[in-house]
């Protein structure tokens, strides 16, 4: 079913590009990887996997590791109702409302297909926000689903995820491998390994946080457009952004591995590095996207 966010070239074209270049990358470790330690079935094992857990369960993870429960209607009526206005105006299947005991302000969509997905808000986001907000926000978070954003993200990130656990293995196996150490071309061969796995990682890293950074302006485009109110979503971006510098540093360590499914990332402060490589575009930059889309749309400014 085609839901009536409205296609976004753009962000097509990027995924496409992106995706062609990761499969490219893929494919050259994957070779590599099998002609250095001639063990096909190993390789082929740990891909197919981590793939599968990772497309399968994201959103049973996610849940889990936000501490978030799926809710139904009569546990949360307004949240509910929301949801199911803007599925219905946008013409796309409700996913499953769960909601997150933690204080830290956000939101985040995750699951592999529209039909299989799930949307959660935080009780810090339900407390701070506005009505309007809050809609708007949850619109970002389905366009998300609608634009399987999503399962492209878990799957381009897969690589990165196989590059990294060959780094370590590498390492690992000539720290504590004696055997590895006497034979000098078994140490090159794993010595190899480790470069063009943290080539491999640091290319594809790249990439996918490219890629991350403009799906978040095309669902802020989307959400505000289905909504009609581009002032109420960036009036939550700008609260929940600077809501989220306040919370206790520990709280922003464990949100931070989820960054990219969130509504805004957890980046505390003196955090400048991790902003370069970002997963959002900065607070400023989707503020301007969306102050051009409220002008294009005719919107009064907020009395």
């Keep these: 079913m085609r839901s009536r966010f409205a296609p976004d070239r753009g962000l097509t074209g990027r995924m496409l590009v992106t995706m062609f270049l990761l499969g490219l990358l893929y494919v050259a470790f994957i070779a590599a990887l099998i002609v250095l330690l001639k063990s096909t079935a190993l390789v082929v094992v740990i891909a197919a996997g981590l793939l599968g857990a990772q497309y399968w369960f994201s959103d049973r993870i996610a849940l889990y590791a936000m501490h978030g429960r799926v809710v139904t209607p009569e546990e949360e009526p307004e949240l509910h109702g929301v949801v199911?206005?803007?599925?219905?105006?946008?013409?796309?299947?409700?996913?499953?409302?769960?909601?997150?005991?933690?204080?830290?302000?956000?939101?985040?969509?995750?699951?592999?297909?529209?039909?299989?997905?799930?949307?959660?808000?935080?009780?810090?986001?339900?407390?701070?926000?506005?009505?309007?907000?809050?809609?708007?926000?949850?619109?970002?978070?389905?366009?998300?689903?609608?634009?399987?954003?999503v399962a492209v993200i878990t799957v381009a990130s897969f690589l990165g995820v196989i590059a990294g656990l060959m780094v370590r293995f590498a390492f690992y196996s000539q720290l504590f491998g004696g055997r590895g150490r006497r034979d000098q071309n078994t140490a090159a061969v794993f010595g190899i390994v480790m470069l063009v796995s943290a080539a491999v990682y640091a290319i594809s890293f790249l990439l996918i946080r490219a890629l991350s950074r403009y799906r978040e302006l095309a669902a802020d485009r989307a959400g505000a457009q289905l909504t009609g109110r581009p002032s109420a979503l960036a009036s939550a971006l700008t609260k929940v952004s600077g809501d989220i510098a306040r919370i206790p540093?520990?709280?922003?360590?464990?949100?931070?591995?989820?960054?990219?499914?969130?509504?805004?990332?957890?980046?505390?402060?003196?955090?400048?590095?991790?902003?370069?490589?970002?997963?959002?575009?900065?607070?400023?930059?989707?503020?301007?996207?969306?102050?051009?889309?409220?002008?294009?749309?005719?919107?009064?400014?907020?009395?």
């Design 249 to 303: 540093t520990e709280d922003l360590r464990t949100a931070q591995a989820f960054n990219a499914f969130f509504f805004s990332p957890a980046l505390g402060p003196g955090t400048t590095l991790a902003k370069l490589f970002s997963t959002h575009p900065s607070l400023d930059r989707r503020l301007e996207a969306l102050a051009e889309i409220s002008a294009q749309l005719g919107e009064e400014a907020p009395q």
């Design 84 to 149: 199911d206005r803007l599925c219905a105006a946008a013409d796309m299947p409700k996913p499953q409302v769960a909601v997150s005991g933690m204080d830290l302000p956000n939101a985040f969509a995750t699951g592999r297909n529209p039909n299989h997905a799930v949307v959660c808000v935080t009780r810090g986001l339900q407390r701070r926000l506005e009505p309007a907000e809050l809609e708007g926000v949850l619109a970002h978070e389905l366009s998300h689903v609608a634009h399987r954003d």
